[in-house]
């Protein structure tokens, strides 16, 4: 009963939509403006008329059943077909003609089974389908014209030609307006069968046989399909399906439990593996690895187990090496320490004595040089305030002014609230040195230093206007400042910062330094014109303190 009534409802969708393509084209035909323009035109105009026919055409398209007849009040008629084939004037004398003529605005009356009034274009068919609609102007005045849509009967014949059951397109009266045997048309549905069906679906009697009786509504015109179908007939099928059903689930269970097992067997094995590289991991043997390779779930297990071991080694050695980085930094920390004290007493009595000579300048020089020494090499925290960074550059760069020929100006440009923010020690002083070794060799300059705060960074800038860089060591250095955290380490491990030129060793030092502390999240971007500029731009990630102060 299920594939019958979906066969059913399969032909109620197409016999729906070539109805409702013809109740589209009227509506089309009704609301067009050129239609009604060209009809008021075409009383005096032959040239409009031709163009009235050939708008019908148009909307007509390639569908080959499909004719278009306007029928006006005063007599004129116009189609898309030759009237030699049939003349539509003839519509009048028919007998639904009065019905159509008494339909309200927007109203379509449906024909099923006519006799074809165009045999010289479809020879083969003997009946047609139509619709007629009145059109009017506005609800209420007469029409100006009429429309009739018609259809040949095999445009629904076709749709149930291929069906095992027997298909009935029956009208609101019960009359056959479509079959396969085309003698049925325009007989009552009642002859064909021996009894009345109460309800859709039931079973009935029909020349000793039972019959599945199944009835579905069409959407216009109050017609409905009607199938019939042998009932032992279809439940002998289901018989045969589901004796078939059976087998194929006794076959399907069968292969399942093989492949279950194979499966099974397959998967169990790599996890064994991955089991057993996982407890010699956990006793202390970090170079085993399972190789356990694949596309599916457990491959990708392996392949992640392995990469993370990769990890873990590269990680401890990274670590070792920082550790090793760290202790030669010590060493030579402790190395410059030698007796410091004893070096600010004679810095300190040489100031006295240049004091009580009078010579102030030379005095000042001295005290600048002991402070920078002093903050130099002393125990100090890694990070000291904004403010007494700037103080120890200023300090070095009032030394370079004394050693210096050509001495050079510094300017600064640095709002009062960022002198509190706590930055690392001595980034400022390679920077300038640089530039006073470098840049300020022929002639003096100007230092700028600006300082500049956002929401996630802290930016200092250093500009000169000395001799600046050459392009290729502007680019040799630039391709050092692109590297990350653990090139930095494998390269100062290596040593290969002396195969950097001399006017960037400084500024990678720098970067180093400063990579090695905040990582990633450190950036150094250097800008540099030969002969005119160099501008070197720190980024520095800032942070809040829980006392709510900033933090690089």
């Known amino acids: 009963m299920g594939k019958a009534t979906q066969s059913l409802m399969i032909v109620q969708s197409q016999a729906n939509a070539i109805l409702e393509e013809m109740v589209f084209i009227s509506n089309f035909v009704q609301f067009d403006p050129e239609i009604k323009t060209l009809l008021e035109e075409a009383i005096t105009n032959p040239v409009a008329a031709r163009q009235l026919t050939t708008r019908l055409e148009q909307i007509a398209g390639e569908k080959s059943d499909l ?16 009237f030699y084939d049939f003349k539509p004037q003839r519509f009048v004398q028919q007998d639904w003609f ?147 059903g059976l087998f194929l689930q006794a076959l399907f269970a069968g292969c399942f439990l093989l492949a279950l097992t194979y499966l099974l067997r397959r998967f169990t094995k790599p996890v064994r593996e991955l089991g057993e590289a996982a407890k010699k991991v956990e006793s ?39 550790q090793e980085l760290k202790r030669q930094a010590e060493l030579a920390m402790l190395q410059a320490q030698v007796h410091p004290h004893f070096l600010f007493n004679v810095l300190s009595s040489i100031r006295l004595k240049l004091l009580m000579k009078g010579d102030e300048e030379t005095a000042f020089i001295v005290e600048s040089l002991s402070s ?85 960074s802290l930016k200092i800038t250093v500009e000169d206007n000395g001799l600046g860089m050459t392009a290729e060591t502007l680019a040799e250095l630039n ?28 500024l990678y030092n720098v970067f180093s330094r400063l990579k090695l502390l905040y990582g990633d999240r450190f950036e150094m971007n250097i800008q540099s014109a030969q002969g005119q500029r160099t501008t070197v731009e720190l980024l520095l990630p800032v942070e809040r303190t829980e006392e709510g102060e900033n933090h690089v």
Do not use: C
Not at 68 to 79: N, Q
Not at 295 to 312: P, Q, T
Not at 403 to 412: D, I, K, N, Q
């Open 67 to 82: 004719r278009l007849t306007l029928l006006t009040r005063d007599g004129r008629a116009y189609s898309d077909y030759s």
């Open 98 to 244: 009065p019905a159509a003529n008494k339909l309200s605005a927007y109203e379509t009356l449906f024909l099923g089974g006519l006799e074809n009034y165009l045999p010289p274009q479809y020879p083969d068919q003997k009946y047609v389908y139509m619709t007629a609609r009145a059109l009017t102007e506005a609800i209420g005045r007469p029409p100006f014209a009429y429309l009739i849509v018609s259809r040949t009967e095999d445009s629904f014949r076709k749709l149930f030609a291929d069906l095992e059951e027997e298909v009935f397109l029956l009208d609101e009266s019960n009359r056959i307006i479509s079959n396969r045997n085309t003698r049925l048309i325009g007989s009552r549905f009642e002859d064909v069968l021996s009894q009345e069906p109460l309800a859709s679906p039931s079973i009935i009697q029909l020349q000793g046989e039972n019959q599945l009786y199944l009835s579905l509504p069409l959407r216009y015109a109050k017609w409905r399909l009607v199938s019939l179908a042998p009932y032992e007939q279809l439940t002998g099928k289901l018989n045969g399906i589901y004796r078939s």
């Open 284 to 322: 202390g043997d970090l170079s085993v690895r399972s190789n356990i390779r694949g596309r599916d779930e457990i491959g990708r297990l392996g392949r992640s187990f392995d990469l993370m071991l990769d990890r873990i080694e590269q990680m401890l050695n990274q670590v070792e090496m920082e």
């Open 372 to 456: 920078l020494l002093r903050a130099s090499i002393s125990k100090q925290e890694e990070f000291v305030t904004l403010f007494a960074e700037i103080e120890s550059a200023k300090q070095y760069m009032d030394l370079m002014r004394f050693t210096l020929r050509f001495p050079a100006e510094t300017r600064l440009e640095i709002h009062a609230d960022l002198f509190s923010v706590t930055v690392p020690r001595f980034i400022l002083q390679p920077i300038i040195e640089n530039a006073y070794k470098h840049g300020f060799t022929q002639h003096g300059g100007i230092v700028f230093i600006r300082v500049e705060k956002t929401d996630e």
């Open 479 to 506: 391709k050092r400042l692109r590297y990350r955290k653990r090139q930095v380490i494998e390269h100062m491990s290596s040593n290969e910062r002396g195969r950097i030129s001399p006017s960037g060793i400084g």
